[in-house]
């Protein structure tokens, strides 16, 4: 398996981080850049959180939730891996390459048998392992490396240790203080006392076995005694239970059969039910009683007297917004016609009275022709007049006899002048010669004039005849054609538009006068008379709205009176069906009413108390208990069987006293004479001491066995495993040494063989040496485990310890571990990747 990406969406530190990993990918960071942290990220998205959010080491601070995806490839497909914060381990989700989901038992077959602590173990391998090795003693390390490989090497070591510590414990060749050295010791010492009292033998064996009688006949009675008393104590208890075994067979006679429906749920829910009947018996009546005072409830006049005038009201309602607009048009006619009325008497000024009338015709062409004709007549005796008060008679001599002089004068003085003076001398002739002929036409225009005049009084007459024909005498002739004839006009125009909005003021008048009239029948109610028209409207409106709002209020009343009526059917209905109920249940149970079924109820408890009575004695008194009683007709005869075992037991303990009381004679007699010890009694010690011996020489075998076997197991293991990683390990070995070790053989101890052919075991060995071989061995181990559970291996600044050189060579054996398993290397030092020239790196 190959972890290809990885994408962080919040965890610890890290945040929206998105990573892409090769065959051999280089992580450079800090100290507390997140290295670590990104570590136990792809550990809990392979192997589920171990804890909740709440308590993981790892939590975000901001709250967020934990988790993210890894996608990984095998040989045979690609997978993305996706867990987040949740019960279990978090929750998990996969898909394929194409974002299909995928069942997550895929998860635990791509894993197999490998969990977080198996892969901390043979995948993961960090700077503590190698300041382990550091520490060890060559013994140590030279045995961790001859056992590597080996499952449980640290357990079984020190389980190996703590035998050997026990063995030497118990027993040493040449030893003093182990326990077993010293009771061999012991027994010498005691085997020479039993010599010295076999002398005293005879005496003492005879009182020994009389004891050992008397002990034999003190043990039998005390068996007896105790048969006995067991008889007795139960005969007691016999005669404790009798009462209750009476008792049994009494309830055994009766018919305690329960009967169906008396249970205190059975009470509970005909008391509910009885409750609720009650309760719904208050609320009928309630409500059969606020329904009575909605109907009866009494009614105002003026909507009684609506209702019996409804229809003519709503009507004359359904008019009352058309009257109220045709109020309003006749005040806006009314408006407009004292405007227009205004405007026609300024027309009137206009046209000299309302008397006027305008030209016909033929008179406005006469009043047209004379008035032209007087226009004609009144210029042309102006003309003549203006000219004979404008020039003198002597004027145009003298500008002519100025225009020759000039000319004159022009030819005398030459050439230049000629011009200028000549055309002045022919304007002042031309001038004069103008002048004088007007003159001469003057006394003609004169004899014109007094026909002009005589003419023009003609005129005059036939327009003053004309003006008193039309009434238009007042106003100035020149206007006659004018403005006159358009005012005249206008004003019969102003005249018949004032005619005909006072006919609609008037029309609308007699309407709402009609109006108005309708409504005298309610005038009890609106007192319409002597009230101006907008102010009759305004009450009938505010009656109106009055009765809308009583309406409003009694429709309320009548919809609330109906939701009562309905309210109560309903009540009175589930009042119905309680009882209906209540009396099911009853007839059911064959009683007619609570009070005895409260009376049959108390009687089944009290059945049911004594079933339970009953079987509590049947749990008590088993068959076995019960034949013992059954032995027993009376009580009396229960009574004297306790009698008859009071008198046995007192028998045997007078008896047992006796015996036991001759027993203590002899064994005086015995101490008195083994004061100094005796034969048996330190044959007995032998004895013993013999079993103690023999005990210990059986726990010293035993450990001594376990050692040998656990030693001759971890050989056993170490060399079965080693020829698989032993062509691993020596590439790996040959690597890290710079090519100077190119073997390792493993015979009944590992040794390792330079490039001449010299061989070294590994106590022979530098520790800088082994420490490089035992690494050499994790990585072979490691990734012959791959070759069947193909796990990417971490590293955690693994050689942080090492030299340059050493480091560089173990960048080298990453490359070629990288051709076939993927290498993530974590590390905080980044002078030797450089000189390494380490292409895939990422820096946090």
């Not at 007795?232 to 018919?255: A, F, G, I, M, R």
């Amino acid at each position: 398996m190959k972890i290809d990406t990885i994408d962080v969406y919040n965890y610890g530190k890290l945040h929206h981080l998105h990573l892409q990993f090769t065959d051999l990918q280089v992580i450079y960071g800090k100290n507390e850049a997140g290295k670590t942290t990104l570590i136990n990220f792809i550990l809990d998205i392979l192997f589920g959180f171990k804890n909740r959010q709440a308590n993981h080491p790892y939590a975000p601070k901001d709250k967020s939730q934990m988790g993210g995806k890894l996608t990984v490839s095998t040989s045979s497909e690609r997978l993305v891996i996706e867990r987040v914060e949740g019960k279990k381990g978090g929750d998990l989700s996969l898909f394929d390459a194409q974002g299909n989901p995928v069942a997550n038992e895929r998860l635990q077959q791509l894993l197999g048998p490998i969990n977080r602590d198996v892969y901390n173990k043979l995948f993961y391998f960090d700077a503590s392992a190698v300041e382990t090795i550091q520490k060890l003693t060559t013994t140590e390390l030279e045995e961790r490396i001859r056992r590597i490989g080996v499952v449980g090497i640290n357990q079984w070591l020190g389980l190996e240790k703590e035998i050997k510590s026990e063995t030497d414990d118990l027993y040493k060749l040449r030893g003093k203080k182990p326990e077993l050295n010293q009771k061999l010791k012991e027994y010498d010492e005691l085997s020479q006392e039993i010599q010295r009292a076999q002398t005293q033998y005879p005496e003492y064996l005879e009182l020994t076995q009389q004891i050992v009688q008397g002990q034999t006949e003190v043990k039998k009675l005390q068996q007896q005694e105790a048969t006995t008393q067991k008889e007795l104590q139960k005969t007691y208890k016999d005669q404790q239970d009798w009462s209750e075994y009476q008792e049994l067979q009494q309830l055994e006679q009766q018919d305690l059969t329960p009967k169906p429906g008396y249970t205190q749920a059975d009470l509970d829910q005909l008391q509910r039910l009885q409750t609720e009947i009650d309760f719904l018996k208050q609320n009928v009546a309630k409500e059969h009683e606020r329904v009575q005072k909605a109907q009866q409830r009494a009614v105002p006049n003026h909507y009684q007297f609506y209702l019996q005038h409804q229809h003519q009201i709503d009507n004359l309602s359904d008019q009352l917004a058309q009257a109220q607009d045709q109020w309003q048009q006749q005040r806006n006619l009314q408006g407009q016609l004292d405007s227009e009325t205004s405007r026609l008497h300024d027309d009137e000024l206009e046209t000299g009275g309302a008397t006027s009338q305008p030209f016909t015709d033929a008179d406005y062409q006469r009043v047209e022709q004379l008035l032209q004709q007087q226009t004609m007549l009144q210029n042309a005796e102006q003309v003549p007049t203006r000219q004979a008060t404008a020039t003198p008679s002597h004027l145009p001599i003298i500008l002519m006899i100025l225009g020759a002089g000039l000319l004159c004068l022009g030819v005398v003085l030459g050439k230049s002048l000629l011009i200028v003076l000549g055309l002045v001398g022919l304007l002042l002739l031309g001038y004069g010669g103008y002048l004088q002929w007007q003159a001469g036409s003057q006394s003609s225009a004169t004899h014109q004039d007094e026909k002009n005049a005589g003419q023009l009084q003609q005129i005059a007459d036939q327009l003053q005849q004309l003006g008193e024909q039309y009434h238009i005498s007042g106003v100035n002739q020149s206007l006659w054609l004018t403005t006159l004839q358009t005012s005249i006009k206008k004003r019969e125009q102003q005249k018949a538009r004032v005619l005909q909005l006072q006919q609609q003021v008037n029309q609308l008048a007699r309407q709402l006068t009609d109006y108005l009239q309708q409504w005298q029948f309610c005038e009890t109610f609106l007192h319409l008379q002597e009230q101006p028209v907008a102010q009759q409207l305004s009450t009938i409106q505010k009656w109106l709205a009055g009765l809308k709002d009583e309406r409003q209020r009694q429709d309320q009343l009548d919809q609330r009176l109906r939701e009562d009526e309905q309210q109560l059917t309903q009540l009175e209905q589930k009042l119905q069906q309680r009882e209906q109920q209540l009396h099911a249940e009853l007839t059911q149970r064959k009683v007619a009413n609570l009070k005895e079924f409260n009376a049959q109820l108390e009687q089944e408890q009290q059945h049911r108390q004594l079933n339970q009575q009953k079987q509590r004695l049947q749990q008590k008194f088993t068959p076995a208990l019960v034949s013992r009683l059954q032995q027993f007709s009376t009580k009396a005869e229960l009574e004297g069987q306790v009698q008859r075992l009071e008198n046995q037991l007192q028998q045997i303990q007078t008896q047992l006293s006796k015996v036991v009381q001759t027993t203590t004679v002899q064994k005086t007699q015995l101490q008195q004479i083994s004061r100094d010890g005796t034969l048996a009694k330190l044959r007995q010690q032998q004895a013993n001491l013999e079993a103690e011996i023999i005990d210990l020489s059986k726990q010293w075998l035993v450990l001594q066995l376990s050692f040998d076997w656990i030693e001759r197991v971890l050989n056993e293991a170490s060399h079965g495993r080693f020829p698989k990683v032993q062509e691993l390990a020596q590439r790996y070995f040959a690597i890290l040494t710079d090519q100077h070790y190119q073997q390792i053989r493993y015979q009944q101890k590992l040794e390792v063989v330079t490039k001449d052919g010299q061989r070294f075991k590994v106590a022979e060995l530098s520790r800088g040496t082994m420490q490089q071989l035992y690494l050499a061995l994790v990585f072979a181990l490691t990734v012959s485990f791959s070759d069947e559970f193909p796990f990417p291996i971490i590293i955690d600044d693994g050689f942080a310890d090492f030299d340059e050189i050493r480091t560089q060579r173990a960048l080298e054996l990453l490359e070629t571990l990288s051709q076939t398993t993927q290498i993530i290397y974590f590390t905080a030092n980044q002078s030797p990747i450089k000189e390494a020239a380490v292409k895939h790196r990422i820096e946090l």
